[in-house]
């Protein structure tokens, strides 16, 4: 089993910066992208942003040059700074990793006052 676990989230206004932080523990040998993907009230879950353990990095057209995504091996940690937010922005952003099977944090809350 792989546990992963997120913070950082909050309410932000708009323009301002959040940096989301995903520790990942328990098997975690093996596992592969670690990633981040949001979801809306009344819309479905969304790829936010995904990074390999080599470093390739996969972003929504949304989010391209606000938000960037990172990775620390020797910490099995996963980062997003996330600028210049938006109120379309708002969700519970959820913490994703794959190995044999998915794997999805408890999400964090970000709000993006207009």
């Known amino acids: 089993q792989v546990q992963l676990v997120e913070s950082g989230g909050g309410l932000v206004q708009a323009g301002g910066s959040l940096r989301l932080s995903c520790a990942a523990s328990?098997?975690?040998?093996?596992?592969?992208?670690m990633g981040w993907y949001r979801q809306a009230p009344g819309k479905q879950r969304e790829l936010v942003a995904t990074?390999?353990?080599?470093?390739?990095?996969n972003y929504a057209d949304s989010v391209k040059g606000r938000f960037t995504i990172s990775r620390d091996n020797a910490k099995n940690t996963v980062y997003l700074q996330m600028n210049s937010l938006k109120p379309e922005d708002t969700a519970v952003y959820y913490c994703?990793?794959?190995?044999?099977?998915?794997?999805w944090g408890q999400g964090t809350q970000v709000t993006v006052s207009s």
């Open positions: 994703y990793t794959t190995k044999t099977r998915d794997y």
């Open positions: 328990g098997n975690i040998f093996g596992i592969n992208a």
């Open positions: 990074i390999s353990s080599g470093g390739r990095t």
